[in-house]
T-cell receptor, first 113, second 114 residues
């Protein structure tokens, strides 16, 4: 079945450092890919998405490119801030029909001054 | 403001009791979902509904039940048959059930069963 694999956390960075969170997927067909962010004690917010190969999703300085050849959707940001500290989830839609998301286990990011 | 409301934020129950978690949306979305989140794990789908009066089991439906009598409401009942009910429960909705529709999440309900 479909699955998403994320790098394990926590990832600890200094403010203004470059961020990469790796995400790879296994899916039949052509899924849409998503990054969600969860701040402490809150629900998930959609950060960005890409619906076909080579699409680049971007939002709030974060970017991710849908790479079909490597089945990857790595999240990047050029300069992180303390306010970016959160848990980041990579997800794909269920290609069997409907809109059922399959999530990775999440990567916790801690940004320090 | 449009959004998804889940109440209460924290819920405590004794083992053996059924408990119902509320989820309401005023986004006029057709599809609604329930997920469970456990520490160190991703979200797992419990149930979903694409239209009123219809719902399907997700990956971990055992011990849970839902209803969808109104478009804006999708309550989840955690029954006494659920072996490990303590978790963070998230409700979501999307405009449609197709693969390109974004899911919007509520703030979640943290259920503790002792």
């Amino acid at each position: 079945g479909d699955s998403v694999t994320q790098m394990e956390g926590p990832v600890t960075l200094s403010e203004e450092a470059f961020l990469t969170i790796n995400c790879t997927y296994t899916a039949t067909g052509y899924p849409s890919l998503f990054w969600y962010v969860q701040y402490p004690g809150e629900g998930l917010q959609l950060l960005l998405k890409a619906t076909k190969a080579d699409d680049k999703g971007s939002n709030k300085g974060f970017e991710a490119t849908y790479r079909k050849e490597t089945t990857s959707f790595h999240l990047e940001k050029g300069s992180v801030q303390v306010s970016d500290s959160a848990v980041y989830f990579c997800a794909l839609n269920y290609t069997g029909g409907g809109n059922k998301l399959t999530f990775g286990t999440g990567t916790q990011l801690k940004v320090e001054l | 403001d449009g959004g998804i409301t889940q109440s209460p934020k924290y819920l405590f129950r004794k083992e053996g009791q059924n408990v119902t978690l509320s989820c309401e949306q005023n986004l006029n979305h057709d599809a609604m979902y329930w997920y469970r989140q456990d520490p160190g794990q991703g979200l797992r789908l419990i149930y979903y509904s694409q239209i009123v009066n219809d719902f399907q089991k997700g990956d971990i439906a055992e011990g849970y039940s839902v209803s969808r009598e109104k478009k804006e409401s999708f309550p989840l009942t955690v029954t006494s048959a659920q072996k490990n009910p303590t978790a963070f429960y998230l409700c979501a909705s999307s405009m449609g059930a197709g693969p390109y529709y974004e899911q919007y999440f509520g703030p979640g309900t943290r259920l503790t069963v002792t």
